[in-house]
């Protein structure tokens, strides 16, 4: 059974949690709109369901409730911010402002982050670029569970990245993907809710393809031997580049022992279009791309090719309109006040 509730609402329960937890009000919020813009562009597998996992790490002290963060500029349009442990979605907040604020003072700016965690869905970072109306580009590593191409165990996270880019009439183009099959989230979405998965997402315990979440042991790499390069990359992007773990190396998410803090690298660019052509009108020129594909032929009658994000930004009226379905049991745990 399903509970719609309002995406006001959902932010204000996520924000009681948090400071329950001791979590200073202005990060509450950031983990709350993190969350909730993921809930309202569909990606229930990034949105408030990872909610009771980051109040048991906080609990078990494997993320500080209240991290000094830190920015140091390191060259003229770069930086790191040192995020002491604490919530990602705050982490890579602050990585997102200092990238933002660099392209703002000089065409470009490059942030890493370092001893951080999980931090949410890449979109929301890639958004607060489009609302400066620049272009982005957002990557982060997480524990392995994806094997590499052409071998038999987990080495690789998930890896994700995202796009974003500022249109000037049209919605914006954001791509946020794992550089596996299937975020590892989605799966955890088809255990909560008991449902099948597509047999090409993963393997089990025995190397074998399997529709039941539940014994999913290894992801695999879209796209073969592409797909598997481009999760290389991130790795070497948030992980080697930043200094921080890769692969075998990152702590489990959902390990045995949640104390442990899992140093998580990330790494954002943005760049202001207007720095890079003779033109300056990025977005309106993006618009024509975007019409022009609108018109291209689809291969379903009465379809139309569409553009990623496009999708996510139709459910989020959606959403923002009739509410957020939650499933019966994270509803009532968030209807509660136990953590």
């Known amino acids: 059974m399903e509970h719609l509730i309002a995406a006001a609402e959902l932010r204000n329960r996520v924000i009681s949690k948090l400071i329950a937890l001791h979590i200073p009000l202005d990060h509450a919020e950031i983990v709350a709109d993190v969350l909730v813009h993921a809930n309202l562009r569909g990606v229930d597998s990034h949105g408030v ?73 890449l979109s929301y970072f890639a958004q607060m670029a489009i609302d400066h109306g620049m272009v982005s580009i ?54 909560q809710k008991n449902m099948a998965i597509p047999d090409h997402w993963g393997i089990d315990a025995n190397g074998q393809a399997t529709n039941d979440p539940h014994l999913i042991t290894t992801l695999l790499p879209f796209g073969g031997a592409k797909g598997y390069g481009i999760n290389l990359v991130v790795d070497i992007l948030a992980g080697v580049l930043t200094g921080s773990p890769f692969g075998p190396h990152i702590a ?66 959606k959403r923002l309109q009739g509410g957020i379905p939650l499933d019966t049991g994270l509803y009532h745990y968030l209807m509660s006040s136990a953590l």
């Open 49 to 121: 369901m990872r909610l009771p996992h980051y109040v048991s790490t906080i609990q078990s002290n494997g993320i500080h409730p209240n991290p000094a963060i830190s920015f140091s500029r390191t060259g003229t349009v770069s930086g790191i911010v040192d995020g002491n442990d604490g919530l990602g979605h705050v982490i890579m907040h602050r990585a997102a402002q200092e990238a933002i604020q660099l392209a703002k003072e000089h065409g470009m700016g490059a942030v890493s982050s370092i001893n951080s965690s999980h931090c949410g869905a």
């Open 138 to 191: 957002v990557v982060t590593n997480t524990d392995k569970m994806v094997a590499p191409f052409g071998g038999t165990e987990a080495f690789f996270g998930t890896n994700p990245i995202a796009f974003g880019f500022p249109a000037a009439t049209n919605p914006p183009i954001i791509l946020d993907m794992a550089t596996s099959s299937v975020a590892y989230g989605k799966i955890l979405d088809a255990r």
């Open 252 to 317: 489990p998410m959902y390990g045995d022992d949640l104390s442990i803090q899992r140093k998580l690298g990330h790494f954002m660019l943005v760049m202001d279009p207007g720095k890079f052509s003779l033109q300056s009108h990025f977005g309106s020129y993006l618009d024509q791309l975007i019409d022009e594909l609108h018109q291209a032929p689809a291969s379903q009658e009465n379809g139309k090719v569409m553009l990623p994000g496009e999708i996510e930004s139709i459910c989020e009226k």
